[in-house]
């Protein structure tokens, strides 16, 4: 149950905190994104990625490959909003459906293998956190209306739950599970690294920041 209830909390908790707090300026999230980015290559690495090379398929590499390619496509459409950058209009009224569709893909992929890794929600959340927060603070800036906007975050966080549904009850991804998981550790793997370098002013990493990622990659080591 909890693989379906976090990840909607997370994004529902970003949403909380800008109409709370009312963030003006995303780049003071800076900190909490190199923190999720670490976090999540941390936990792709030592277990997700791990565990899919032990079932021994020699085409593992070219779907992780694979998936990093598709993250690249996606982010033509998302404008690279997986990772905590928002380049759109914001002048427009209309629902911005190209941009959810992008990260609905992205976040049911995700979804997929959280049954059967459990560290992996841990990194689901803390990544899509700030992510919400940099949404919803843009879409508050613009011209969207309110009932838009809510629409928008509630049906991006049920993807990702989705995704877990899906794992559970679709034949296919039964079939190809281990295909498909290693697209996502792909996926995973283009999104925390391009986290930990546009997290950094000139790709330069100052002592807070590489403090950061040390302890996000400890507490993943851990858990």
């Known amino acids: 149950m909890l693989n379906y209830l976090l990840p909607i909390i997370s994004v529902l908790l970003g949403f909380f905190v800008v109409l709370v707090l009312k963030p003006s300026d995303v780049r003071h999230l800076k900190l909490l994104l190199a ?18 090379y032990e079932h021994k398929d020699s085409n593992v590499g070219i779907f992780i490959m694979m998936g990093i390619l598709f993250q690249i496509i996606l982010e033509f459409f998302s404008k690279g909003a997986e990772h905590g950058h928002m380049h759109l209009d914001k002048s427009k009224t209309i629902f911005p459906w190209v941009l959810f569709i992008s990260l609905s893909i992205h976040a049911i992929l995700e979804g997929i293998p959280i049954e059967a890794h459990d560290n992996l929600v841990y990194g689901i959340i803390v990544h899509k956190l700030p992510v919400a927060i940099i949404l919803a603070t843009f879409f508050m800036q613009s011209q969207l209306s309110k009932l838009k906007i809510a629409l928008f975050l509630i049906l991006f966080a049920l993807m990702t739950p989705l995704g877990v549904y899906m ?15 290693a697209i996502v550790i792909g996926i995973f793997l283009h999104i925390s690294t391009t986290i930990l ?16 990622i040390i302890s996000a990659i400890i507490i993943a080591y851990f858990i």
Do not use: M, Q, R
């Not at 999720?36 to 936990?43: C, E, T, Y």
């Not at 559970?168 to 281990?178: A, E, L, Q, R």
């Not at 370098?197 to 950061?212: D, M, R, V, W, Y």
């Open 167 to 181: 794992s559970d009850s679709i034949g296919f991804i039964k079939d190809y599970y281990n295909e498909i998981s």
């Open 197 to 212: 370098f546009e997290s950094s002013e000139g790709h330069k990493f100052n002592l807070t920041k590489i403090l950061t």
């Open 35 to 52: 923190f999720s980015g670490a976090f999540l290559l941390s936990i792709t690495v030592f277990s997700f990625l791990p565990e899919v």
